[in-house]
C-alpha cells in the first residue's frame, strides 16, 4: 500500500437511528472520511448473492478497503483432529466469501494453549496453518491476542509469518497492551513492537500491515472489554507517532464501541502529527 487507511470493523453507528448494511455502510463512511472496513464473519458468513454485487459496486464506486475477521470459532490447537478441520474450513470459507467482493486479508485468532507447551501449541497451529491454501495472493492475517490462555504473543506470531508466505500480521495494540497488564505506556513501546517486525519480516511487512485498535479494559487475566479511547489509557496518539516515524503503511481497523468517531479521532490525529 502507499498509505495508511482508517476505517471500522462491522456497521457504522452513524447519528439519529441510522440503519445500514454493508453497502450503504460503505457509502457513509467514505462521507465523512474514512476508506476501509472489516467485515464481521466472526459468527456467520454474511456475504451472500443478494448483498455481494451491492457490495462490489461501492467497494469499487469508492476505492474502498475490505477486509474481514474470521469466525470465532477457531482453535488450531483443538484435542480433537475434527475441531481443527472445522477450524480450517471455516478459515477458507471466510477467505473465499472475502474475495468474492474484492478483498484479500481475513484476519483471526489462531487458538488456545489448552494443556500444551507454548512450544508444542506453536507447532501444532503451524501445521495447521500450512493446510491454508495459497492462492488469490490471499493474506491471512494472524491476530495478537489479548489473553496469555491465548496463542499470538507478537513472538510467535512473526515466527510463524517467517515460515508461511502467506500468514502475516495483525498486530492488535490494544490486545498487546492487555494481554501484559498495561505494558504499553509510551512512545518506546510502541516503537520496540514496529523495530521488531521490521527487523524480522522487513520493511515491506510495515509497509503492508493490517492493525486493530481500540481504547480495551483489562485486568490480570488480560483483555475484558473494548472501550472509546478517551475512557482509557490506551495511548493512541504515541501509537501514531510511531506509525509515522517507521513508515507504517496498510490499513488501521477501529474497533472501539463508537466505532467511526474514534477512527475519526485516529485519522484526524495522525493526520495532525
Known amino acids: 500500500m502507499d498509505r495508511l487507511l482508517f476505517g471500522i470493523s462491522g456497521l457504522p453507528l452513524g447519528e439519529g437511528g441510522d440503519k445500514f448494511n454493508y453497502s450503504t455502510g460503505i457509502e457513509y463512511l467514505h462521507s465523512i472520511g474514512l476508506n476501509a472496513k ?27 478497503h475490505l477486509t474481514a475477521h474470521g469466525s470465532y470459532f477457531i482453535n488450531l490447537n483443538a484435542e480433537e ?18 474475495y468474492s467482493v474484492g478483498g484479500n486479508n481475513i484476519v483471526f485468532h489462531s487458538g488456545y494453549y489448552l494443556k500444551n507447551t507454548p512450544e508444542e501449541t506453536f507447532i501444532k497451529i503451524e501445521e495447521s496453518l500450512k493446510r491454508l491454501p495459497e492462492k488469490y495472493e490471499f ?10 490462555t491465548q496463542f499470538g504473543s507478537i513472538d510467535e506470531l512473526i515466527r510463524i509469518c517467517k515460515n508461511i508466505p502467506s500468514c502475516k500480521l495483525c498486530i492488535d495494540f490494544s490486545h498487546i497492551h492487555a494481554r501484559y497488564n498495561g505494558i504499553l505506556k509510551n512512545y518506546e513501546d510502541f516503537a520496540a513492537i514496529l523495530y521488531k517486525v521490521g527487523e524480522n519480516l522487513g520493511k515491506e511487512a510495515l509497509e503492508d500491515l493490517h492493525i486493530h485498535l481500540s481504547g480495551i ?6 483483555e475484558k472489554n473494548h ?37 475519526l479521532l485516529l485519522k484526524n490525529c495522525y493526520e495532525s502529527l
Open 38 to 64: 472489516e467485515l464481521p464473519f466472526v459468527r456467520s458468513i454474511n456475504v451472500t448473492a443478494k448483498n455481494k454485487d451491492a457490495i462490489i459496486n461501492m467497494k469499487e464506486k469508492y476505492k474502498f
Open 81 to 98: 483432529q475434527e475441531k481443527i478441520d472445522k477450524s480450517i474450513e471455516r478459515i477458507i470459507g471466510g477467505a473465499e466469501a472475502l
Open 139 to 148: 493474506n491471512y492475517r494472524l491476530e495478537t491476542t489479548g489473553k496469555p
Open 217 to 222: 479494559h483489562y485486568g490480570e487475566k488480560g
Open 227 to 263: 472501550l472509546p479511547f478517551l475512557e482509557s489509557d490506551f495511548n493512541y496518539k504515541a501509537c501514531l507517532k510511531a506509525f509515522i516515524d517507521f513508515n507504517v503503511k496498510g490499513c488501521v481497523i477501529c474497533e472501539s464501541p463508537i466505532l467511526e468517531k474514534d477512527a
